[in-house]
């Protein structure tokens, strides 16, 4: 048997066969010719690009991913720009190239490494002819669609706008995605991260990059009409653009431009626009960008919803107003006068808020004016009671009760008493004082309004008191 590679045929591991091809390959220059595609420029100044040939045939698609780096990024820039032109505008889709460089593995991949680049600056590759041929095809065929002439960074919609549909048509909306891919998994969690359970919403797997997926998205968009859905949103997550070519191909965007539902599209990233986005009723720069347009439509129609009912009742209000004016025969004193109550009742409103919590306050001070009253009252009950039964007040403790025993109790009790009595009525004449020191930990209004509701002593009293809810202006009300 033949042995092409030149090495043993003897079993040998991947490794080992990695390393031999990268060995083969690594440091042989090529001149090779086709079409820019996907370039990128990097903050380094380095650019990214595939080399694309089409076979006008059959159809297959070849690239070859190509590296300029910086220092050959001002070479081969300063060639361009001596002949009035440039490398960013010679890297533009469709541009024919003819690239010298060197080839080599990177990331298992191989990987040209640009030496030079020459350009007759025409975009006449085959692969964006045939583009430009298809997307020009479905304008003629859908003269309606205003989409399909939009330039390529005005496709994609921002989803702070929402989603262009009534919004009857997202009670129920069908989501054609791969099953737990990553663009799937960030259009649900923007879902829950907006709250937005208002859609009952459908998921329907597909694989985008097998032949069968236009089939099976033909079948999907016809049960989506059959059970009356309101909306198809169509996913998939970015990647290679050569990953993305379905959403290119003429079934798939006629089956779009078709489809009797509405279908909106959330395909790779910014930058990626294709046949499919334009011929959808909306396209989003990612999946996630169209969750929130679903939950940025829900928000709309709520506030819609709000206006409504508030324009309502200032319909009825203004009806109620001109039926007056036409009994007053003055609509203009009658509306100013209107305003005019507007701005009392809300001056009376502000006013009986600061009146109720001023009432608290002083139901407040009475509560613990009585309750110091009360321990008066009782103290000098108390006192009394000490006065006249002194003599079997030292009998129950065991105190013989002389002459001077008993009237060193009643004295006591007196002297007791009236310092109580004293200190009691100090306190009721600086219940309105705030306290010197304030709380450790400030009250709410909330937990404040609680408070003076059962406050009993005049210490816990004037500390509330040193917090307000209110202004002072508000406390002399």
Same mark, same amino acid.
Request: proline letters at 5%; hydrophobic letters at 40%.
């Given at each position: 048997?033949?042995?092409p ?32 595609k ?24 070849h ?13 081969i ?17 469709g ?10 593995m ?12 020459s ?14 041929e ?9 003269p ?15 989803s ?21 891919a990553?663009?799937?998994?960030d ?22 990059s ?15 009409h ?21 959403? *290119?191909?003429?079934? !798939?965007?006629?089956?779009?431009? =078709? ?5 909106? %599209? &959330? +395909? ?18 990612a999946?996630?960008?169209?969750a ?23 319909a ?16 203009r ?14 001056s ?29 009252g ?14 079997g007040?030292? *009998?129950?403790?065991? !105190?013989?009760?002389?002459?001077? =025993?008993?009237?060193?109790?009643r004295? %006591? &009790? +007196? ?34 309004m ?22 002072a ?5």
């Amino acid at each position: 048997m033949n042995n092409p590679l030149d090495f043993p045929p003897e079993t040998i591991s991947a490794g080992d066969l990695s390393k031999f091809i990268q060995d083969s390959i690594k440091g042989r220059v090529y001149s090779i010719t086709g079409e820019c595609k996907d370039a990128r420029q990097w903050p380094d100044s380095s650019w990214n690009f595939d080399l694309v040939t089409k076979d006008a045939v059959t159809g297959s698609v070849h690239f070859l991913p190509c590296r300029i780096w910086p220092d050959g990024q001002k070479r081969i820039d300063k060639g361009f720009t001596e002949g009035g032109s440039s490398l960013e505008k010679v890297l533009t889709d469709g541009m024919s190239l003819t690239v010298r460089g060197e080839t080599r593995m990177w990331n298992n991949r191989l990987q040209l490494r640009t030496l030079e680049i020459s350009s007759p600056s025409i975009r006449n590759g085959q692969f964006h002819r045939d583009q430009m041929e298809l997307l020009t095809r479905f304008r003629d065929r859908y003269p309606g669609r205003p989409r399909l002439h939009l330039e390529h960074d005005l496709v994609h919609i921002d989803s702070t706008s929402g989603v262009p549909v009534p919004h009857a048509n997202l009670e129920r909306v069908m989501v054609i995605a791969p099953e737990n891919a990553r663009g799937t998994n960030d259009f649900k969690r923007q879902l829950v991260r907006h709250h937005s359970q208002r859609s009952k919403i459908t998921y329907q797997a597909i694989t985008w990059s097998t032949d069968k997926a236009p089939d099976r998205l033909r079948s999907l968009i016809h049960s989506a009409h059959e059970h009356r859905y309101g909306m198809i949103v169509l996913l998939r997550g970015g990647g290679h653009w050569s990953e993305l070519q379905v959403f *290119d191909d003429e079934i !798939v965007a006629g089956l779009i431009a =078709a489809s009797e539902v509405p279908v909106i %599209t &959330a +395909i790779g990233h910014k930058d990626d626009v294709f046949l499919a986005d334009r011929v959808a009723r909306a396209s989003f720069v990612a999946p996630s960008a169209a969750a929130s347009a679903i939950s940025k439509s829900h928000d709309m129609q709520f506030s819609n919803r709000l206006k409504a009912k508030a324009e309502q009742k200032a319909a009825s209000s203004l009806a109620h107003l001109q039926e007056i004016t036409k009994q007053l025969a003055d609509a203009r004193t009658e509306l100013d006068s209107t305003n005019n109550k507007c701005l009392t009742l809300r001056s009376e409103a502000a006013t009986l808020d600061g009146r109720y919590k001023h009432d608290l306050l002083e139901m407040a001070r009475r509560r613990v004016r009585g309750y110091s009253r009360l321990a008066t009252g009782l103290t000098v009950g108390l006192a009394v009671a000490v006065f006249f039964g002194a003599s079997g007040l030292l *009998d129950f403790f065991g !105190v013989e009760p002389t002459f001077p =025993a008993v009237l060193i109790t009643r004295c %006591t &009790a +007196i002297v007791v008493a009236w310092i109580i009595t004293w200190r009691l009525d100090i306190a009721r004449e600086r219940i309105k004082w705030p306290a010197a020191k304030p709380l450790r930990v400030p009250l709410t209004e909330s937990e404040w309004m609680s408070e003076i509701k059962t406050v009993r002593t005049v210490h816990r009293l004037r500390k509330l008191q040193r917090h307000p809810p209110f202004s002072a202006k508000e406390a002399e009300v």
